[in-house]
């Protein structure tokens, strides 16, 4: 045996707390204290291995030094392949280093020039959870995962394939957690802390296998580090820190049964650290002998806080070595060179020290295939095993559960052929978007400069912002540096939800288009096609989510909107078109001020001339002035509260209602008695108004068409498909609108008119307690906003009140929000939207208001189910409940990418969110799209793990499956069948062999149902 201690191996004199030889043996890491952050350092093997090479000059030492870390790391741990060093350290970071290409020798901050990087190394990510210093890092076998602990007593599971996802928090040590080991098979983590108790752990489903507390119960006082060891054959696991007839020990743990029986005795002081050597030995045979059939046996290297250190062969009593007083202060970390022959030490002091063994002292290292033979003996499987084998190799024990799983194995292959899904596409924007490299994306960029000219004839060209190509490995920078292009799989993912919602962004559609919008527009957007608008709609939905949020995309902004240059001159115009709403009111305000309204001219068509005059007196503008116009009025639109936005009257395209509340003035005192709270609708001379989406059906009221001994008589019309009625009435009418079934007409004497669709009166005129606002039909319903601030709904049909005069105040009491748009849905609830972006339904049986969307809502923003979403969903779902949140939803998918949460809150995020959805369309009656969020709620508890809530899922739609006459449950909901549902939910389960019990236990009920 050699030793030596090289003293070119320090962090100027401060302490090293970690080191580990990199698997080739070519190099190592050591981490510790730097003169003012932490500090990782990597250097060269070779000098400490070859006398010469360290005399060599040439010969560089030092390969590369990174002060990235804060605080001083604790840990580095090279992965079992080499390509990545993780370190950990006080600053409560993670960070894992990946090399990359050499630039040229970089001088490392703050050192005299001789001392210059020969190797790059940069961090490839970091991984932010821990709320307390990390104490030890270690990768699974085959990398698969990535563990770390910390003094915040929890131990996080990250998944190495796809950093910074979290697989599992570890909870359960009540002390600070210092030390931390991989079963070599795959099947267990141990991890050690200050509570006196080492713990092992279930890579299955992450669960408590074993707690073993006996043989630290007299363990006083703490060290630095608690690094325990397991052996490579798997069978015996040593912990660090143990007593044993209160004397200091290394405890030894049979995987058997988990025994305490042996243990390493001999050092004076706590026992910090413990590393098994990588080979598995046999004894050495010796020239000429006939070889004798020897038992295999492991190495051992224990460190103490009695700065010795031994080294254990588990064929031997004794140690093999003990040196003592190797350093002034305690041991902190080992290392052994993968041929099993040399280990390196570090200590407190700052010092390393090199151990260099032979093969007479240590024996024959046996190769690999004999040690997976060892393997094979013992466990039954070799030592290659990866997540996906480990879990194939767990019995299944169910027909149908079998067939899911190959399903599953069938379905993963043609999707990664075609990328077909959406969803498939959107989380994966890595290095190819829309079929093109970001290395062509940058060329087309740089060929198309986009260059307006100023009022002045300057030429400006407009930056862009250009994605830096290394970014594979980053998914949140990726986002912001990856230009969307109309058309491409991101914006085209969003158009279904865009249109549904066109009405609102003031896209409004226009009936006569002869007479709404001059010739030059539709000729454009024939030629632009959909594409422009769609970037549109998908900007402004980026833009709602939250301003400050999305500070770093106005660069991207610019882009969506410039790219979408179809024909030359066409931007301005839809530009112009995202925008009129603004304008709109805007010029609606100024004119209802400035001079009363033209007789003859009817609301709805005086509304759609003025966004037609702005929209293309802004043309006119942005032709003369090149595109300069456009960007001045973006930059201040996201700052333009969200109630700007959206219009007052909307017409929602899925139910035959029709929403116009016409022009907004200022309440008049028509009742001093009531205080007005919300507007009402002026009285015209005439108007129309369309409703339905099939059968498309015209009313037209004409105001005060003759006096008859002093009653003004107003006329209404209906006519559908040729079929037409009137009626007169003894009062101007303030609104009309109708449904499939049913016509309602509220008139200035705060009458309610209700009649059929063959112009039947169906009850006699309702005195309603204060001026209308807003009147809606759907149905056989008839729902009435007052002025008052309160809210009536019937059944005409059973003459019956589902919401009798309710008052908004719950609502609307400290907000200065005010009422901005109102729904009813066909099933009768009534849905009121507020300037400040909630939207509320109101339930008759629980008689309350209910929040069921929110446009600033977090939750909305940061959810992140893009996988839980089947290729069938992905287009979404049309109700009540999509019509209220609209583009929230897509708005949130995107948002998800920028959101830079820990995967731990983000996941409860997502399960709050997906938790909302479920009770809102329940609440809304919305069978459809109950059965939708049901499906995607059920396929992210399977993906996440939560057993809990799947169970009572299940076990609310399976129901008792014995008749009692105690049980209040209830087979259907939303007039969906229970059981269906669950049957539908199972294949999900299915997916998962982690719940394959519980899975086997719904599918048994389920079948005995069948049977009944």
Sequence with gaps: MKLLKPSWVSHNGKPIFSLDIHPDGSKFATGGQGEDSGKVVIWNMAPIIREEDEKNEIIPKLLCQMDNHLACVNCVRWSNNGMYLASGGDDKLVMVWKRAALIGPSTVFGSSSKLANVEQWRCLTILRNHTGDVMDVAWSPHDVWLASCSVDNTIVIWNARKFPEIIATLKGHTGLVKGLTWDPVGKYIASQADDHSLKVWRTMDWQLETNITKPFSECGGTTHVLRLSWSPDGQYLVSAHAMNNSGPTAQIIERDGWKTNMDFVGHRKAVTVVKFNPKIFKKKQKNGSTPKPSCPYCCCAVGSKDRSLSVWLTSLKRPLVVIHDLFDKSIMDITWTLNGLGLLVCSMDGTVAFLDFSQ?????????????????????????????????????????????????????NPNAAQGSSAENQTPKLTN?????????????????????????????????????????????????????????????????????????????????????????????????????????????????????????????????????????????????????PLDSHRVKDSSSAKEPKGKDETSSDSEDKIMVKSLS??????????????????????????????????SFPQNPV????GPVEPSRSAAPVVVLKLPTPSIQKSFSTQLGTDAITYLEVENEISVVSGARLSQLKWSREGRDWETLLPSRIMIATGSSD??????????????????????????????????????????????????????????????????????????????NQSLLTQQGIAVVGLSNGKTYCFNSSLETWNLIADKQDSLVQCADFRNCVSSQDALGTMGPLALTQGRNLSAGRLASRLSSAPHLLQQGMTLAFLENQLSSSLILLSAHEYRHWLLIYARFLVNEGYEQRLRELCQDLLGPVHKSTSSTWQPTVLGLRKRDLLTEVMPVIGLNLRFQRLFTEYQDQLELLRLK
């Design 360 to 412: 007479d002292e240590l024996g024959d290292a046996l190769n690999e295939e004999e040690k997976n033979t060892i393997h094979q003996n013992i466990y039954g499987k070799s030592l290659a095993i990866t997540m996906e084998s480990q879990l194939s190799t767990t019995i299944i024990e169910n027909p149908e559960m079998l067939k899911y799983q190959q399903d599953r194995q069938g379905n993963q």
């Design 617 to 650: 007196m802004a043309k006119r503008k942005g032709e003369m002035e090149g595109g300069e116009v456009v960007e001045k009025r973006k930059k201040g639109r996201p700052r333009k509260d969200a109630k700007m936005m959206m219009p007052t009257s909307q």
């Design 658 to 661: 029709s929403t116009s509340i």
């Design 432 to 580: 190819v978007l829309n079929g093109q490299s970001l290395e062509d994306i940058r060329k087309n960029l740089l060929k198309k400069q986009v260059e307006t000219r100023t009022a002045d004839g300057r030429r400006r060209i407009t930056p862009l912002c250009i994605a830096q190509l290394d970014t594979a490995d980053f998914s949140p920078a990726l986002f912001n540096s990856v230009p969307i292009l109309p058309g491409s799989s991101a914006s085209t993912q969003l158009t279904p939800q865009i249109s549904s919602d066109s009405n609102s962004m003031g896209l409004r559609p226009s009936h006569e288009p002869s007479t709404t919008s001059p010739n030059k527009t539709t000729e454009d957007n024939k030629d632009s096609g959909a594409a422009p608008v769609n970037s549109i709609g998908m900007k402004s939905n980026l833009l709602l989510t939250s301003a400050s949020k999305m500070e770093p995309m106005k660069a991207l902004d610019s882009r969506f909107t410039e790219r979408s240059k179809a024909t030359p001159g066409v931007t301005s115009v839809h530009m112009t078109m995202c925008i009129t």
């Design 742 to 819: 049913v016509v309602a007409v509220a008139c200035e004497d705060r009458t309610l008119s209700v009649f059929s669709a063959c112009g039947r009166r169906l009850i006699p005129s309702i005195m309603l307690p204060a001026p209308i606002s807003a009147l809606h039909c759907s149905g056989h319903f008839v729902m009435v906003l007052m002025a008052s601030a309160t809210l009536s709904v019937w059944d005409v049909q059973k003459q019956t009140a589902l919401v009798k005069n309710e008052s908004l105040n719950a609502i609307l009491s400290g907000t200065d929000a005010t009422v």
